[in-house]
């Protein structure tokens, strides 16, 4: 019974070549889905579905133009993304209203957007995306059954899915499929066409071609998966800088308007009242918003620095790297971990000029630094650790603010987030800390309520495996310092690297970095760092700005690149207040003076090698085992055509349809009007002609002619005697036409190369390539 249904249900395609493009047409939802734009976004698969039936059903009726197309596929199209949008089925018990409500909702949004107005309404981005797939599935069909052009219906599908791709970092592994099963796909659809175009001219073919192109059209789909999967191994960052920089204008531009009529954009992560940090392109951390959303490593300088301190000495002379300065120019500090990024928290701001009440540590040193920025650089300013002195009115925005204390004591400073102002110009002075190792050592770790409660803070989502981790690393450690030390240590050990993907899903960042990628940029490694000390108790946060800096002399400025940007871990010292530390292992680490020796032996390992040697140790192995797939399927095809010749009963119309085949393919189809003595002299003009246009080898060509001639002459006289003569054994006759045809079928072949490159040679406007 199941088997007469599939049988009647058989499309004419046949299931084999009707699944291949269902499977296709069903990865582009699926990337759509997996970028999780809008919830409940499920619909899109039975939309799809249906497109495609419909598209087909329309595209067999030869006999309905394009105004019926553009009737039913526009009605259906509408209705169906109407109730994948409204999320119920059209003309069930209880649609209407439903469906009513939605149109109101469309016609807001319609105001809304003519107006310049916003809209966060997930459904109508929902409706759009619905009509997208739709047009793209019908528009395949029809290409695929009514024009016939596997490729022109691939194109629509692919782009879709590359867009949501590229918009999204998600889905790339549906886009992959897409393409996978659209190399069959083509090689199928061809083959279809070509087979029905031989059998109008009459062209004869053998009948088994498919399955020796369907096993070359699995190799490619399977080079095509693997490109596409290692391909970003191969990627060159110029390119990718390049690209950014081309691009994007058009596309900050496109998610402005996403944003602002379908509010699918991503906002930065925090509490009430404090400043996100929204998500870039390859992280979700500070360095996304300060430095552009990627951490490129650009030349371009965006400030200079003047400071009082004498100038480095010349290059050459020799000086330890200790002995020089470390600048870190600090713009702003984070407070607040969400799992997947950074906020600061914001009590309140004011307008400041000379001095901030901020506390003064019990040894420092003064600096006096002039800023003056070259670039774009917002409305965020930088100083050496934090300011005590500003010469412009800014802006200060203030964690917890300045207070005096009931005692009537001096004036408590309060906790500075950052300085903010458009200026482009300003001057600062800095009070730098001083202290040694021994003075942290003996500092003790009672820590004020307000900053145990702000500055411990970490999310639930953080795993246990990081908390435990953490544990491990200090156990050894008996002070705050030596803690902080080792989890700085620690870290260093794992390796740098830009190339890391964005955490997937709802991963946590710190989570990501030890046990996901295990390599990373500053930003991971800062990270990490505070959400470890945190763990363990530690007060720690995170500041984002620059480090370092080309000196030069003619000017005495420091030059502030853009691949100066950097973010490093602070940890709170009562007392002293925030120190730095440095747990990236691509910058030197900050040692202080009278610095404690710690056991190295006690800490543990890396999680596991980087994801990228992971992923290249797979690749590999899907290289090999791919390459061992494709050698199988070479001797499986190998295997069955010698057991086909071997098995095949060799006749003389056989040994004349070879020929037939081969005078098709040198551009003279059979003429069922000629004998065969008149398509074999047809043929041997054919082989002469194309001899003399050879401007090389004539002589050769013109010997392959002749005997290809003879060879025809043969034939057609044995095949002619055979139809055309009384019924008799012709064992003899065979014997020799297929002696004959191993003299033939060389010339056919080379003349057929002759021709491929002589069309070659017109192409690239030189015509005596052969």
């Not at 526009?74 to 439903?98: D, K, Q, T, Y």
């Not at 279809?192 to 071609?209: C, I």
């Not at 014997?735 to 040679?761: K, N």
Request: hydrophobic share 45%.
């Amino acid at each position: 019974m199941i088997g007469w249904l599939i049988n009647r249900l058989r499309p004419r395609e046949g299931w084999g070549t009707f699944l291949l493009l269902m499977t296709t047409v069903l990865c582009l939802p699926a990337a759509v889905m997996a970028a999780e734009w809008v919830p409940e976004d499920e619909g899109l698969l039975w939309l799809v579905l249906v497109a495609l039936l419909v598209g087909r059903w329309l595209a067999l009726r030869d006999g309905w133009g394009w105004n019926v197309w553009l009737l039913v596929g526009v009605s259906l199209g509408l209705l169906s993304a109407l109730s994948v949008a409204a999320h119920v089925v059209l003309f069930s018990p209880g649609s209407r209203e439903v469906a009513l409500d939605f149109v109101h909702r469309w016609m807001i949004w319609l105001e809304a957007a003519f107006s310049g107005g916003a809209s966060d309404d997930p459904d109508i981005f929902l409706f759009y995306a619905a009509l997208l797939c739709w047009g793209a599935v019908l528009f395949a069909a029809w290409a695929f059954y009514r024009r016939q052009r596997p490729l022109l219906a691939l194109l629509p599908l692919v782009w879709l899915s590359a867009l949501t791709v590229f918009y999204s970092d998600e889905g790339i592994l549906w886009l992959i499929g897409e393409l996978g099963c659209g190399v069959p796909l083509l090689a199928v659809g061809n083959l279809t066409r070509v087979q029905r175009t031989w059998e109008a001219t009459g062209v004869d073919y053998a009948t088994d071609l498919g399955f020796d192109l369907l096993i070359v059209a699995v190799v490619v789909a399977i080079a095509v998966v693997l490109l596409s999967s290692f391909g970003p191994l191969l990627s060159v960052r110029c390119i990718s800088t390049w690209f950014w920089r081309t691009f994007e204008e058009p596309v900050a531009r496109v998610e402005e308007t996403m944003e602002r009529l379908f509010g699918v954009s991503l906002p930065g992560e925090g509490p009430p009242g404090s400043e996100g940090v929204r998500p870039g392109a390859s992280s979700y951390l500070p360095q996304s918003r300060l430095l552009g959303g990627r951490p490129d490593l650009l030349d371009e300088v965006v400030m200079m620095v003047w400071t009082d301190e004498p100038p480095p000495p010349p290059d050459d002379l020799p000086i330890a790297l200790d002995d020089l300065p470390r600048h870190y120019w600090r713009g702003a500090t984070f407070d607040h971990y969400s799992g997947r990024g950074w906020a600061t928290t914001v009590d309140f701001r004011e307008e400041v000029k000379g001095e901030l009440p901020l506390p003064l540590p019990p040894a420092y040193r003064q600096v006096t630094q002039r800023f003056e920025f070259t670039a774009p650089h917002g409305d965020t300013l930088y100083a050496l650790n934090a300011p005590a002195w500003v010469g412009e009115p800014v802006e200060a925005v203030w964690r917890s603010p300045p207070s005096v204390p009931p005692n009537g004591g001096d004036e408590r400073g309060g906790d500075l987030a950052r300085l903010a102002s458009e200026t482009v110009s300003y001057t600062v002075v800095s009070n730098l800390p001083t202290p040694t190792a021994d003075d942290l050592q003996t500092v003790s770790p009672l820590y004020p309520s307000e900053i145990r409660m702000r500055y411990l803070q970490l999310p639930e989502t953080v795993p246990q495996r990081v908390i435990n981790l953490a544990q491990e690393v200090v156990a050894d450690g008996e002070t705050v310092y030596e803690r902080a030390r080792l989890l700085e240590r620690y870290l260093r050990v794992y390796p740098y690297s830009l190339e890391v993907e964005q955490p997937p899903g709802d991963w946590d960042v710190a989570d990501y970095f030890l046990f996901g990628a295990r390599e990373g940029y500053c930003d991971y490694y800062a990270t990490t760092f505070v959400v470890m000390a945190r763990a363990v108790g530690i007060p720690a946060r995170l500041a984002s700005g620059y480090a370092g800096g080309e000196y030069d002399f003619a000017s005495g400025a420091y030059l502030v690149r853009q691949f100066n940007g950097h973010s490093w871990p602070e940890v709170y010292f009562p007392g002293w207040g925030w120190i730095g530390f440095e747990p990236t292992g691509a910058r030197p680490a900050a040692e202080l003076p009278e610095e404690v020796l710690l056991p190295e032996e006690t800490l543990p390992g890396p999680t596991g090698p980087p994801a990228r040697v992971v992923r290249f140790r797979r690749r590999v192995a899907g290289l090999g085992l791919a390459a061992l797939v494709g050698v199988s399927l070479a001797a499986t095809v190998w295997l069955h055509q010698r057991r086909r010749r071997a098995a095949l009963v060799v006749t003389l119309p056989l040994v004349w349809s070879w020929v037939r085949r081969g005078g098709a393919r040198l551009g003279l189809p059979p003429d069922p009007a000629l004998t065969p003595q008149e398509y074999a002299a047809a043929l041997a003009a054919e082989l002469r002609t194309r001899a003399e246009r050879a401007r090389r080898w004539r002589d050769h060509w013109a010997g392959l002619a002749t005997q290809g001639g003879a060879a025809l002459e043969v034939l057609a006289a044995l095949y002619s005697a055979q139809i055309y003569g009384r019924p008799r054994t012709m064992t003899a006759g065979e014997q020799v036409a297929q002696e004959v045809w191993a003299r033939l079928r060389v010339p056919l072949h080379s003349f057929r190369w002759l021709g491929w490159g002589q069309w070659l040679g017109m192409w690239i406007g030189e015509r005596d390539v052969v």
